[in-house]
């Protein structure tokens, strides 16, 4: 069953470092999404991303962020200047086009990201 | 904005009995989905069960289904005969057509022996 792969797995960075976590959507999919889960607390929406721009963010993704698609398989979340409150999972996910997959966003393993 | 609301932050249940997670949301739209993912201890986030607004019929997924009532705005997950794995976080979430999920704030299942 094809799925959504995330890398790494787990990083440690230093604050004021960049960060850049990598996904490899679903292949047939178009449209990519960013998630952050705090430890303990919901998963929060961050960014989608279709036909080569973001479609939808929310007030996490501020400056700090951006989303790439540089080729035609990776979809990528860099953080500029990391600070301690963005440790978190970060999830990618993708979605297919039209109604047939239900609407349905299948979620990739997680990338840990912890900021020391 | 959409709110999904989870009352239950925990819950525990035996091996084969059944169990019942709530779920309620808030929006105006009339043609939306609303979905149940599972995040066991390893994180990843694992799809349940899905539910689009406008069937009538209840959602069904092996031992995994649901109880939509869309005028009560309401979105249950019932798991039968309860298994050592289910233990697991649920996570409600909604989505309107096209746009990105909303999730609640998650219920935190424990299956006993």
């Known amino acids: 069953e094809p799925e959504v792969t995330q890398t790494p797995s787990h990083q440690v960075t230093q604050m004021g470092q960049e960060v850049i976590l990598r996904c490899v959507p679903i292949?047939?999919?178009?449209?990519f999404y960013w998630y952050r889960q705090i430890l303990g607390q919901k998963v929060e929406f961050l960014v989608s991303?279709?036909?080569?721009?973001?479609?939808?963010k929310s007030e996490i993704f501020d400056d700090q962020f951006s989303v790439e698609r540089p080729d035609g398989s990776n979809f990528t979340l860099k953080i500029r200047s990391t600070k301690l409150e963005d440790s978190a999972m970060y999830f990618c996910?993708?979605?297919?086009?039209?109604?047939?997959?239900?609407?349905?966003?299948?979620f990739g393993e997680g990338s840990w990201l912890t900021v020391v | 904005a959409q709110t999904v609301t989870q009352s239950q932050p925990e819950m525990s249940v035996q091996e084969a009995e059944t169990v019942t997670l709530s779920c309620t949301y808030d929006?105006?739209?009339?043609?939306?989905?609303l979905f149940w993912y599972k995040q066991p201890p390893s994180r990843q986030m694992i799809l349940v069960i899905r539910?689009?607004?406008?069937?009538?019929q209840n959602a069904t997924e092996n031992r995994f289904s649901v109880n939509f009532q869309k005028a009560a705005k309401s979105f249950s997950l019932k798991i039968s005969d309860s298994q050592l794995g289910d233990t697991a976080m649920y996570f409600c979430?909604?989505?309107?057509?096209?746009?990105?999920?909303?999730f609640g704030k998650g219920t935190s299942l424990l299956v006993t022996p």
């Open positions: 996910a993708s979605r297919a086009n039209g109604s047939r997959s239900g609407n349905t966003i299948y």
């Open positions: 292949s047939n999919h178009l449209y």
């Open positions: 991303f279709y036909n080569n721009e973001i479609s939808e």
């Open positions: 929006t105006s739209e009339s043609n939306y989905y």
């Open positions: 539910q689009e607004a406008y069937k009538q």
């Open positions: 979430a909604f989505s309107n057509s096209g746009y990105a999920l909303n």
